[in-house]
């Protein structure tokens, strides 16, 4: 016990005043002053002087070593008891004479308690606690895994038992460094004399959600460890991420599916079953080894029968007591691509002179199965061979004219709800695209504006920039965040000037240059929108290709013409915490998620956001407006597993706690609280001694003639008062 | 320069004071000192004391005849004998007598003088014959004993000369002053005998056994006999003791009471040989000391 070295140690209150203690040199320097400045005196009996001296020496030369001492402890004591001395004991300090003490209990009930039988350990420790409790004693009960409606301390005892019993391993990995924080806060308010802070767990790394060594507590710990040994990690395997993959573009096609799975212990396993689970049947197994604090990715190949969304999960059979995290559910879903038709208008065969160099690496940058938008690019002629019914959006890179057939069939795509994005350039003939597209125009197009050449010295002066954007619009609001603002230095040297629209034609502007002319516009058409883009694609009007908000917003923009929502569907939910999904304008009034075990959650959106959670792990299925066939929406549904975190069932550092209990000095900060020590004060009794010694001092340092002048007063002065 | 000396020791008020002093102890003491002072054998002498009228038996030489012849009675001329008195005054000069506190108007050597020369007047003035010798570390100038006024002179010079210095010697002193002076000789010793020790006081038994007539005047300051200092104090020796550094008040109770001892034990060898012991501190005036004596006497 830390309690036991620090009972020896004498602190101090008011440690500075201790320089007092030089003082006690002082008595010493007067009497070495006093003898040199003895009065000399002739003086003829010196013999009779001599014998007499001789005879009282012995006792004056105590007497003053005596008066010395006292002086010299005196002030000595008076400087000591300044700094107001203390030590702390636990003697002589019974149950019975113990001052009634506050008691915050801290169970652990993160994830981690759901080992073995852990939990039950430590429900019936801290129940035993509650027990041994006297009447007038205050106790509360505080949870790893958040505060609870009644944490707070109080002398009901009963009760707090049983919100012990309702205590169970939460699915969250929980906190407990904030539990404890929480506790030494609500002891810090308590007014008892004594304090104790009592931590009943496995106290396993995972159940910190910060640097466990950066806990303070300024209140006497009591770990009580449910851990069969404290020192060694315990074994415990946990399916830590799963990965899919479509092996080939066709829409039937074989799944490569990878779990990670991670031994968290100190010694390896071997063959581990796992298995493959899709919808209910088991549909795979392999056997899997894992190295001892290493990771192993099992493999599993499977052909979907049904093409539409499945749920699966990946188990681990009998791997370890703690099962939560042996599970990995995951939704299998073919993926949702955004089909565009890209026409170029100015084709070269230099590759960054094309007009869709910049926008086909922006809509594909890596390997093509891993992107949700899928381009197809071509001449004009192709919006006459294909069936634009199998593409999403379609987009016109500076295309000089279309031909009627071409216009009107594009008029059908957009009308039916297809998404057309007309991009300007050099190429582009205003007159012609009024006549051709004037139906499908958000404005009709004026004029070239050019107001630099891209070589020209003095562009910086004459050009303009990307201004506002309506940042409310799907395609901008990611730019919302801190740093969005990247858009603000794009340079724009030539871009085309609008009309008036129309009156009664609803077009939207969602974005503009900083002179205040419209750079983007928006057009609902029938079932379908269409975008328009006043300056170039490439980078013959503005440089904005070459930026970094140009992939974003390019994609977002084909993503918002194909009506698709952006969250990128699956990604790692975890229970417990809440995270948004955008739905864009896919949701009109409420959201339904529903869960396992029949959970239903029913949000409304809010700027085409809506804030999710789930309780328990397992797969949640995402439906619009109603919670019908129609209304599910497969590239939102998602699949919520347990928090890894928890896994780690490694206990925490050696010294870690101890480190808890040290000031930033690396002093126990244990002294504020006095805990079950006694803090025995020892000022007082310094200071009753200063008074008996300058007592005495006064006493031994009259002169004898007063004392006895004294003495025979009150000699005296007894019969008279009898 | 005697007129001077007289100057110096005798102030007229006290000599007047003790003129009527002797005066009155003449009248109440007429034997006692009659039979002290006066030769008991008559004639011979040389100094006229009387006339008384003639009786039978008288020897006829001594009838003054001019007397007869002019008033034809027969009156016998008696004459005074030179008193057979010696009084010697044995002054202490040791460095000690320089002693004079807060307390004491005079040193213990002035206080000595005063009284010596006091007694040294009314004894000559008296016709007894006196001698003194002054002693400080070995016996001093001796001076014998005389009767003639102007061996006053003298004496008041011996007095004024004797130095305070040095440890004292009074066993020799009085050694030499009982080899000097004759038998049944008064020996007045002024001292504060600090420094007796057995041997002095087995040489005043032996003085007094040889019959002299020993009187001890004993001097002391008052800060000697009360140790009235305060604070830490360096005492430092007069007769070359050394020093000693001590708190007077953890000494006082123990030096008063040695100090008594001390005389004390001079007091009971006084007793006990029979020698006059007059023992006062210096604030004692110089005349009641005197008439201390004298009615000692």
Same mark, same amino acid.
């Not at chain 1, 799975?261 to 063959?271: P, R, S």
């Not at chain 1, 795509?413 to 205003?430: H, K, N, R, Y």
């Given at each position: 016990m830390p309690g036991l070295s620090e009972e020896a140690l004498m602190n101090f209150v008011q440690p500075l005043f201790l320089a007092g203690l030089l003082a006690a040199a002082l008595p010493i320097l007067i009497h070495l002053f006093n003898r040199r400045k003895a009065v000399t005196r002739p003086f003829p009996a010196l013999r009779l002087l001599k014998e007499s001296n001789e005879r009282t020496a012995r006792s004056v030369k105590v007497r003053q070593r005596v008066l010395l001492a006292l002086r010299v402890l005196a002030i000595a004591a008076l400087a000591i008891a300044l700094a107001k001395p203390f030590v702390l004991s636990q003697s002589g300090l019974t149950a019975e004479e113990r001052m009634p003490t506050a008691v915050a209990i801290v169970v652990e009930d993160g994830l981690a308690m759901g080992h073995g039988d852990w939990m039950e350990d430590a429900t019936a420790r801290a129940d035993t606690l509650i027990e041994d409790l006297r009447p007038w004693d205050q106790v509360a009960l505080l949870r790893s895994s958040g505060p609870g409606e009644s944490e707070r301390l109080t002398e009901d005892h009963s009760e707090v038992a049983r919100q012990l019993r309702d205590v169970r391993a939460s699915t969250s990995p929980g906190d407990l460094g904030e539990a404890i924080t929480r506790a030494s806060t609500l002891l810090a308010s308590s007014q008892l004399p004594n304090r104790r802070l009592i931590v009943v767990g496995a106290l396993t790394e995972g159940s910190f959600e910060t640097a466990p060594a950066d806990l303070e507590i300024a209140h006497p710990l009591e770990i009580l460890s449910v851990r069969e040994n404290p020192e060694r990690p315990t074994p415990n395997l946990a399916i830590t991420a799963v990965s899919y993959q479509q092996q080939s573009s066709a829409r039937e096609s074989a799944w490569t599916i990878t779990a990670t799975?991670?031994?968290?212990?100190?010694?390896?396993?071997?063959?581990v079953q796992a298995q493959l689970k899709v919808g209910d049947s088991v549909v795979g197994g392999q056997r899997v080894s894992v190295a001892a604090g290493q990771e192993s990715n099992v493999e599993f190949v499977h052909r979907l029968s049904d093409p539409t969304l499945t749920a699966a999960q990946v188990d681990l059979v009998d791997a370890d007591p703690l099962e939560g995290d042996n599970t990995w559910h995951f939704f299998i879903r073919p993926r949702e691509q955004v089909r565009a038709l890209l026409i170029n208008g100015s084709p070269s065969n230099i590759p960054y002179d094309d007009e869709l160099f910049f926008l086909t690496r922006a809509l594909r940058p890596g390997v093509a199965s891993e992107s949700a938008i899928s381009p197809t690019t071509g001449a004009p002629d192709r919006l006459e061979r294909d069936d634009l019914s199998t593409f999403d959006v379609v987009v016109l890179a500076n295309v000089s004219r279309l031909?009627?057939?071409?216009?009107?069939? +594009? %008029?059908?795509?957009? $009308?039916?709800?297809?998404?057309?994005?007309?991009?300007?350039?050099?190429?582009?003939? !205003?007159?012609?695209?009024?006549?051709?597209?004037?139906?499908?125009?958000?404005?009709?197009?004026?004029? +070239? %504006?050019?107001?630099? $050449?891209?070589?020209?010295?003095?562009?910086?002066?004459?050009?303009?920039?990307?201004? !506002?954007?309506r940042r409310q619009h799907p395609i901008f609001r990611v730019f919302n965040l801190p740093g969005g603002g990247a858009m603000q230095s794009v340079q724009v040297y030539s871009y085309m000037l609008l009309n008036p629209a129309p009156s009664g034609q609803q077009t939207t502007l969602a974005l503009s240059f900083q002179d205040n002319a419209p750079a983007l516009l928006e057009r609902q058409v029938g079932q379908g929108r269409v975008l328009l883009w006043t300056t170039s694609l490439d980078r013959d009007w503005t440089d904005f290709p070459v930026r970094t908000a140009y992939l974003p917003v390019v994609r977002r923009a084909l993503s918002h013409l194909a009506r698709r929502a952006g969250s990128s569907s699956d990604t790692q939910r975890v229970v417990g915490k809440d995270f948004e999904v955008e739905v864009g304008d896919l949701v009109n009034e409420r959201a339904i998620v529903t869960g396992p075990d029949a959970s239903r959650q029913v949000v409304e959106p809010v700027d085409g956001m809506v804030t999710l959670s789930a309780e328990t792990p397992g797969p949640h299925l995402f439906f619009a407006d109603e919670e019908s066939e129609g209304g599910l929406i497969a590239g939102l549904s998602f699949a919520a597993n347990l928090d890894r975190r928890a896994s780690r069932l490694t206990p925490l550092a050696p010294g870690v706690i101890e480190g808890w209990q040290l000031d930033e000095e690396g002093r126990p900060i244990a002294e504020s609280a006095p805990g079950q020590q006694r803090r025995v004060n020892l000022w007082s009794g310094l200071l009753f001694f200063v008074t008996m010694a300058l007592l005495l001092e006064s006493v031994l340092g009259a002169r004898r003639s007063v004392l006895v002048q004294v003495g025979r007063r009150l000699l005296r002065g007894r019969p008279a008062d009898a | 320069m005697a007129e001077a000396l007289r100057q110096t020791y005798l102030d007229p008020a006290v000599l007047d004071q003790l003129g009527d002093m002797h005066v009155r102890a003449r009248q109440l003491a007429q034997g006692v000192i009659a039979g002290l002072h006066r030769s008991p054998q008559r004639g011979g002498s040389v100094e006229f004391s009387e006339y008384t009228e003639y009786s039978a038996g008288q020897e006829l030489r001594r009838v003054d005849w001019k007397v007869f012849g002019k008033s034809d009675k027969y009156y016998v001329k008696q004459y005074e004998d030179e008193t057979n008195l010696q009084t010697f005054l044995l002054l202490d000069g040791s460095g000690s007598m320089a002693f004079k506190s807060e307390l004491g108007p005079l040193t213990k050597l002035d206080h000595a003088r005063y009284v010596a020369a006091t007694l040294a007047y009314l004894l000559i003035r008296q016709g007894d014959a006196v001698g003194a010798l002054g002693f400080a570390k070995t016996p001093g100038a001796f001076l014998p004993a005389a009767a003639r006024t102007k061996h006053l002179d003298d004496i008041f010079f011996l007095l004024d000369n004797l130095p305070a210095r040095g440890p004292t010697a009074l066993d020799d002193s009085l050694r030499q002053i009982a080899e000097r002076a004759r038998r049944r000789s008064l020996i007045l010793i002024f001292s504060d005998l600090l420094d007796a020790t057995e041997h002095t006081e087995e040489l005043l038994r032996v003085l007094k056994s040889r019959k002299f007539d020993v009187v001890i005047f004993q001097g002391l300051d008052p800060a000697e006999l009360t140790l009235p200092y305060e604070g830490l104090s360096l005492f430092e020796g007069m007769e070359d003791e050394g020093e000693l550094l001590a708190d007077p008040d953890d000494l006082r109770d123990r030096y008063i009471e040695a100090m008594r001892a001390h005389n004390a034990r001079i007091k009971a060898v006084c007793n006990g040989a029979n020698i006059t012991y007059l023992s006062y501190d210096t604030t004692r005036p110089v005349e009641l000391v005197c008439q201390d004596f004298l009615r000692r006497r």
């Open positions: 799975i991670a031994n968290f212990g100190d010694e390896d396993v071997d063959a031909s009627a057939d071409q216009a009107t069939r +594009l %008029k059908a795509f957009v $009308e039916q709800g297809g998404g057309l994005l007309i991009a300007m350039g050099d190429q582009v003939d !205003p007159e012609t695209y009024n006549n051709q597209l004037g139906e499908l125009l958000p404005r009709p197009l004026r004029g +070239l %504006k050019r107001l630099a $050449e891209r070589d020209d010295p003095d562009a910086p002066v004459k050009i303009t920039r990307l201004g !506002p954007a | -």
